[in-house]
């Protein structure tokens, strides 16, 4: 099929998603409006990033993502040294190295943007780890500013009608806790509007994941890596759902001139947890030296999971039961079933799980989930061992030799 | 060095250990044997009584509800023998307790539960929780999906909810009925253990000299082991024995200390200090004074709320959230209320909650000119050599 | 008067005799499996050399990891605490004190009259030690006592990222194959090392003058790199280590005067 076309195709620049430099463009005009919220009279908000962002965004209150800026130290390389510092402030360094890394750069302001804007309000949603609370109970502490948690209780086997309300009148006490920190009142108009948008650019993002479905696939998992910031940080804007309109018209364009990102595709992989920050260009040259692309993952697919079940319900009550069961927060079996699910879907020939020191929640349970695979739907699965920030816990010759390894077995 | 007097009655059962049968033994000898063999305790309660056993990792598992349906709760605080099992579903970095905790849920060593309570607690348990139901093949096995959030009406709403939902997933399992009644008893049963135990911890702050160095730390823990009657008529007739004396530790040149932390499962970490000079007067440990401080309201009202309230308001597991300037104030008071001279962190490796109060923590106590160590701890101690310097230097410090 | 401190480390075996509070002498041996034994003779030799006799000693105190096998010692006491005090004899002016040697390394913070007020200690791991020096260079194949002389030629260090000593060692082999040159590799490992021992340094608060003990004190790279990390010039103890065995027979003095 394409193979021939593609070696013979005299452009690489064909290869590159041309919307990357719109999505250069929003984050850093998104960037310099939050480091400039001071002088226009806005309010900054610090929220986690499966954390409901909707409300702030319907109060006029920027969001800024710690964890957002945690990947960025991550990509500019900068984890390492602001972990270090993070360590001499008597952080343990097995501690997540977004925490780390964030800690020390408000602190120090040594990272790629000079340090976050300080924020007026925290927001911490514990749906992705207990990490995020301990962290923003730091931040608590180090800015005193107001914090709200919103408790989503973990879902072992069911999501329980307690834990539905429970988390539903969280989610009045959050609206409550922003109009206190707004001094006024919120518009249900505007929240129903970005409530509108925000499941629109959900099932976007989702849509684009799914074009990876098709063979050979127009954008790999690192790409995903990359295109996901807007659903993270602006969910509920108009320019996040043009932006997406924008990429997947794109990517359909990409496929219907059988444009693949990996050349010669012969191996379709699943991804799971973090990123490795600091190390994705390596680790996608890696697996394209190999044929191999990276068609789905589970950690942006966790932000698609999003689109919640309207059912007749106002956005704030759909969103309780949305974003207590993303990915992350569910047991190893719930998660099993979505990552078989994604095997099919995408047809994946191997899954790469990154054992990621930083995060329990989402590494602790692989080898089970690893067995699952490999038992049940016989798809074989490597395991890496690495960090999403801290370039000091990577092992390039062992990852090289273990990935060389893994891909002889698929082509065996 | 090894100047501390030895324990009321230490001496004496060892010299008798050998020809003492179980009903001849004294109270210390019971809490001693269950503490040295916790699995051996309860290995031997299911033979004598024919009962079920559920196991339990964290001081907020709602120990009153196991006991009220007629069902043993045996506390988990994890193995020191070697990981051979565990290895295959737990990564390097996961605390020891969980990683040895799962080792013996495989190896057989737990073979007397009939299953196990998971109240949420951290990231690692709640993955536990998950790896365990699914491989170590008990009959029962429950998670109490408790908040996170212990300073909202909301949060006391649903923790009330979500502990009457476990009695109900009791009464289910086990087909028995949970009466008011018997969970009152049961909260009465535990609300005077309790009570016991500060009295222990009291006498203690009081004259140190008055136990053996781990003494303490082994009746309490003795406690999440033993039957809670047959915990109760022994520390009862253990404190009956203890004759307070003159008070203790000033003029002695001792330094007192206050351990603070996760769990402590190393008795041998009270005798080190004491032969450094110091004796441990309190703590702030999962496995001491948070598993007993505060009692359950007994107005005859709402027990599930008792024990909703008591779970609000007792000092709080870092893994849970109230005011975020708790924590420090109250362990700096109980610095000053013990005449404490100074704070050992005993930090699990790993153990993120903890790891993320310890900088603030200690940054307050160095503000309040209380003096602190840190010790960061495994399911083995470190090297009896570099914990005796530390130790050593430390107390000539204060 | 004429006290002795004797230093039981993991490797090696120091003596010092202070008389009348100068430095009489100081001897340094190896440890070897029998440290009751070591103890012995490493004093014998030093009063030999020293000319004192036994009976003229008045107080002995015991240091280091082998501090309660010296069964003739008069009282045993921390490294921790004797690091500090022969620190502040060498130079009254030190207020910290950063200790590396074979299998640990401690920072150590002294308080205006010399009492130690904090203290830090390496954990189990072994980066930030002699011992991840030791691994280096017979990865290397270089002598360590060349390490100081060779990463002062460096141009570029070389990024060690790894913090395991296993990893790292595997990080200076693959370096060696990219044909990285010696002294740059040398220089990365210096700086690997005071990472480690700065963020501990740095978590106690680093005050005034800061001077470094134990045998790692006379690698000049490793000294150097730390400097640069920490941002102070750091005196490097003469006696390197046999400061320890200094400080316990100046503190043995001391407890001898005022028995």
């Not at chain 1, 302001?109 to 780890?129: A, H, R, T, W, Y």
């Not at chain 2, 603030?360 to 570099?386: C, M, N, V, W």
């Amino acid at each position: 099929m394409s193979d021939n076309e593609k070696k013979h195709d005299p452009d690489t620049k064909q290869q590159k998603i041309k919307a990357v430099s719109r999505m250069k463009e929003i984050m850093t005009n998104y960037y310099i409006e939050a480091k400039s919220a001071r002088e226009q009279g806005r309010k900054v908000a610090w929220i986690t990033s499966g954390g409901p962002v909707e409300p702030l965004i319907a109060m006029d209150v920027i969001p800024v993502y710690p964890e957002n800026h945690g990947a960025m130290i991550g990509a500019s390389k900068m984890g390492g040294q602001l972990c270090e510092k993070a360590e001499e402030m008597g952080y343990s360094r097995d501690l997540c190295s977004y925490a780390r890394a964030d800690i020390a750069d408000a602190v120090y302001k040594q990272g790629p943007i000079g340090g976050l804007p300080e924020p007026d309000m925290l927001v911490c949603c514990n749906n992705i780890c207990g990490t995020v609370l301990k962290w923003y109970e730091t931040a608590a502490r180090y800015f005193d500013v107001p914090l709200f948690i919103l408790d989503t209780p973990f879902v072992h086997r069911e999501f329980s009608q307690e834990a539905q309300n429970y988390v539903l009148s969280q989610i009045h006490e959050y609206v409550g806790f922003l109009e206190d920190c707004c001094g006024r009142k919120m518009d249900y108009v505007r929240m129903e509007e970005v409530g509108r948008f925000s499941v629109e650019g959900t099932r976007l993002w989702q849509e684009v994941l799914d074009t990876c479905a098709h063979k050979p696939a127009p954008m790999t998992a690192f790409d995903a890596f990359f295109h996901l910031a807007l659903i993270v940080t602006l969910r509920g804007t108009q320019e996040t759902v043009d932006y997406y309109k924008q990429l997947l018209d794109e990517l359909k364009e990409r496929i219907r001139r059988k444009i693949a990102m990996v050349p010669n595709e012969k191996y379709r992989l699943l991804w799971d947890n973090l990123p490795v920050w600091y190390r994705t260009r390596w680790l996608s040259d890696k697996f394209a030296s190999h044929g191999a692309a990276l068609v789905a993952d589970t950690y942006t697919s966790a932000w698609s999971g999003m689109v919640p079940d309207m059912q007749g319900r106002s956005f704030l009550e759909a969103m309780a039961e949305t974003y207590t069961k993303v990915y992350i927060n569910i047991s190893i079996d719930m998660m099993f079933d979505i990552v078989a699910g994604m095997i099919k879907k995408y047809d994946v020939d191997g899954v790469v799980m990154h054992s990621n020191r930083s995060c329990k929640p989402y590494s602790l349970g692989q080898y089970d989930l690893r067995r699952m695979i490999m038992d049940r739907l016989g798809v074989p699965t490597l395991i890496i061992e690495a960090d999403m920030v801290d370039e000091r816990s990577f092992s390039e010759s062992q990852i090289n030799t273990r990935i060389d390894a893994f891909m002889e077995t698929l082509k065996a | 060095m090894g100047r501390y007097r030895a324990g009321k009655g230490r001496a004496l059962k060892n010299s008798r250990r050998h020809r003492l049968r179980e009903f001849q033994m004294n109270p210390e000898d019971r809490f001693y044997s269950a503490c040295l063999d916790p699995s051996g305790y309860a290995r031997g309660l299911k033979q004598r009584t024919c009962g079920k056993i559920l196991g339990y990792f964290c001081s907020y598992a709602p120990v009153e509800l196991i006991h009220a349906a007629g069902l043993h709760p045996f506390r988990i605080l994890g193995g020191k023998g070697e990981i051979r099992l565990a290895d295959a579903h737990l990564q390097s970095y996961c605390c020891s307790l969980v990683r040895s905790g799962l080792e013996a849920a495989l190896n057989g060593s737990l073979d007397f539960l009939d299953g196990a309570v998971f109240p949420h607690t951290c990231d690692s348990i709640q993955r536990l929780s998950d790896i365990w139901r699914l491989n170590a093949g008990f009959e029962h096995h429950f998670d109490v999906v408790l908040p996170v959030k212990l300073n909202t009406l909301s949060a006391r709403r649903y923790m009330a909810e979500v502990l009457n939902g476990f009695r109900k997933e009791l009464e289910q399992a086990f087909q028995v009925e949970i009466t008011d009644e018997a969970l009152w008893r049961a909260i009465r049963d535990y609300n005077v253990i309790r009570e016991k135990l500060e009295s222990l911890y009291g006498l203690r702050s009081f004259n140190p000299s008055l136990f053996d160095p781990s003494a303490v730390h082994r009746i309490t823990a003795a406690a999440m082991f033993m039957e809670p009657g047959a915990f109760l008529k022994d520390i009862s007739e253990y404190l009956g024995n203890v004759e307070p004396g003159v008070l203790g530790g000033t003029g002695s040149g001792r330094k007192r200390l206050v351990l603070s932390g996760g769990i402590c499962s190393h008795p041998d970490i009270y005798d080190l200090l004491a032969r450094a000079g110091a004796d441990v007067v309190w703590d702030d440990l999962c496995t001491g004074t948070r598993w007993f401080e505060e009692k359950a309201e007994e107005d005859g009202r709402d027990p599930i709320g008792a024990l909703a309230d008591r779970y609000m308001a007792r000092s709080v597991c870092p893994a849970k959230h109230a005011d975020v300037r708790a924590r420090a104030g109250e362990l700096a008071d109980t610095v000053r209320r013990h005449r404490a001279d100074g704070v050992v962190f005993l930090m699990l490796k790993f153990c993120d909650p903890h790891a993320f109060d310890y900088p603030y923590l200690k940054r307050f106590l160095d503000e309040a000119g209380i003096a602190s160590l840190l010790l960061e701890t495994e399911d083995h101690p470190p090297a009896e050599g570099q914990l005796m310097t530390r130790f050593e230097t430390f107390v000539d410090m204060l | 008067m004429i006290t002795a401190g004797i230093d039981i480390g993991s490797i090696t075996a120091k003596a010092a005799l202070i008389k009348d509070g100068e430095l009489a002498g100081t001897r340094l041996d190896f440890t070897g499996y029998n440290a009751p034994k070591a103890g012995r003779r490493v004093l014998d030799d030093l009063l030999e050399k020293t000319g004192i006799k036994k009976q003229e000693v008045d107080f002995i105190i015991s240091t280091g990891y082998g501090r309660n096998s010296v069964d003739f010692a008069d009282k045993s006491i921390t490294e921790i605490t004797c690091h500090g005090a022969g620190a502040r004899f060498i130079d009254p002016g030190v207020c910290f004190v950063i200790d590396v040697g074979g299998q640990d390394s401690k920072v150590i913070k002294l308080s205006r009259d010399g009492k130690v007020v904090d203290f830090a200690m390496n954990d189990k791991c072994a980066a930030g030690t002699g011992r991840f020096l030791e691994v280096m260079a017979r990865a290397l194949e270089s002598d360590l006592d060349e390490f100081g002389e060779l990463s002062a030629r460096a141009d570029v260090p070389a990024a060690i990222s790894s913090i395991c000593t296993v990893f790292a060692e595997s990080e200076v082999i693959s370096l060696i194959s990219k044909g990285e040159s010696r002294e740059n590799m040398i220089a990365g490992i210096h700086e690997s090392v005071a990472s480690r021992i700065s963020a501990m340094a740095k978590r106690l608060g680093v005050t005034g003058p800061v001077m470094m003990t134990g045998g790692v004190a006379k690698n000049s790279g490793a000294v150097r790199a730390l400097e640069n990390k920490l941002g102070v010039s750091i005196r490097v103890s003469p006696h390197a280590q046999l400061t320890g065995a200094m400080g316990a027979a100046l503190l043995a003095a001391r407890m001898e005067q005022s028995a």
